[in-house]
Every structure is written in C-alpha cells, then in structure tokens.
C-alpha cells in the first residue's frame, strides 16, 4: 500500500534561518506531489505542485522554493524566513489524471521566531 | 481566478440532525473533479466523499451526501444523523486537470450533544 511520510513534525526556526522540509512517499510511481500551506483559521493554499522529476510549479511567489531530486521525494525550502512563513504544511500526492484524490502526510507545525 | 468558496467558516449541529455545508466554486473546464475532505484535531487530511462533474448522479457515502448543482457550480455536503466524530474542519476541493487541487477556507463543524 502507499504511504507518505513528513518530516519533521514540528518545527521553530528563527527568522533568516533556512528551512528544509522533507516528504517521501512509498509505494507508488511517478506520483503528483504537492506542497500546501494552512495558516492559521485559513483553508489550504497550494504552494507547489510537481508532476515528475525536476517538474515544479509554484502556484504563489513567496520566499520558498521547492525541489523533485527523486520520484518520489518532495523538498520545501526556504533561505531565509520570514515571520509569515509560520504555519502548517502539508505535502500530499496524487496518482493524477483527476479521478484521484489527494493523500496527504501528517504535516510539519513550523514557527517562526 | 479560479476558486473555491465556503460562506460559512462554523457551522453546529445537534447529534442525529442534519447538516449542510455549503461549497461553491469557479472553473472554465467541463469536466473537473469535486471533493470533501475532513481535518479532524489531528490535522490528518481524510477525504469524505467525491463527485465527478460529468455524473449528474450525486455522491453517495453512506451518512455523507453532496448535492452537485453544476449549472450553478455548488457542491454541497449534507451530514446525515450527526455524530460526535464528525466534529472537524471540512474543506471542499476541485481538480480540473488531475495536477492541482484547490481548496476553500474550511467550515468548522461542531457536534452538539
């Protein structure tokens, strides 16, 4: 069966620090992969989405980027941040073609300080 | 932009009613993909229910329902016979091209018991 994993759970940085958020997924190929933001009392704002290797598009500008360096391996980072970076983030996959949905990991808690 | 819309950021409900969450969204395809998911405290992302545009039938999940107006782009969730464990934050999510997911701001449901 397929599983996704994120990590870390939590996580406070200091403001200009970089950042690095890691999701893998098992049990699938060539997985849609996503990166999403929940601020707090907000819904789910979709940052980055990859479709196969070194395919990334970024859906907001902002002060992150994202990398595919593997199949099924999704990178968020950032090099320095911000206050407004503080959230919740969510990576999920997809099988794609739009009858699937989308599973998601169990999220990082990031605070920025 | 193309978006999706829940008016209603908290809803409650007695235990054994009845609810209904209201979803509205806009696209420019014809043939898309609709979603509930449910984000119990855990955070955890569960999908509830989907809809495929092109069925006019409406989805059916044993105590989940969705009536799908496609004319009027609404996707609403009714909840049959409430329960305690339905209590969550309920997103609505479409997909038109099976490469991006776009949710609305939630609703927060609370179980009265």
């Known amino acids: 069966s397929q599983t996704i994993h994120q990590w870390p759970a939590t996580l406070v940085q200091p403001v200009g620090s970089p950042l690095s958020l890691e999701c893998t997924v098992e049990g699938t190929s060539n997985p849609n992969l996503y990166w999403y933001r929940q601020a707090a009392g907000r819904g789910l704002q979709l940052l980055f989405y990859s479709v196969g290797i070194g395919q990334i598009s970024s859906e907001v500008p902002q002060n992150l980027s994202a990398s595919r360096p593997q199949d099924r391996q999704f990178i968020l980072s950032s090099k320095k941040l911000l206050l407004s970076d503080s959230g919740f983030y969510l990576c999920?996959?997809?099988?794609?073609?739009?009858?699937?949905?989308?599973?998601f990991g169990q999220g990082t808690r990031l605070t920025v300080v | 932009a193309q978006t999706v819309t829940q008016s209603q950021p908290e809803m409650s409900v007695q235990e054994a009613e009845t609810v209904t969450l209201s979803c509205t969204y806009d696209t420019s395809e014809s043939d898309y993909y609709l979603f509930w998911y449910k984000q119990p405290p855990s955070r955890q992302m569960i999908l509830v229910i989907r809809q495929e545009a092109y069925k006019q039938q409406n989805a059916t999940e044993n105590r989940f329902s969705v009536n799908f107006q496609k004319a009027a782009k609404s996707f609403s969730l009714k909840i049959s016979d409430s329960q305690l464990g339905d209590a969550a934050m309920y997103f609505c999510a479409r997909d038109d091209t099976g490469n991006q997911f776009y949710f609305g701001t939630g609703t927060s449901l609370t179980v009265i018991p």
């Open positions: 999920a996959w997809s099988g794609g073609g739009g009858n699937t949905e989308a599973f």
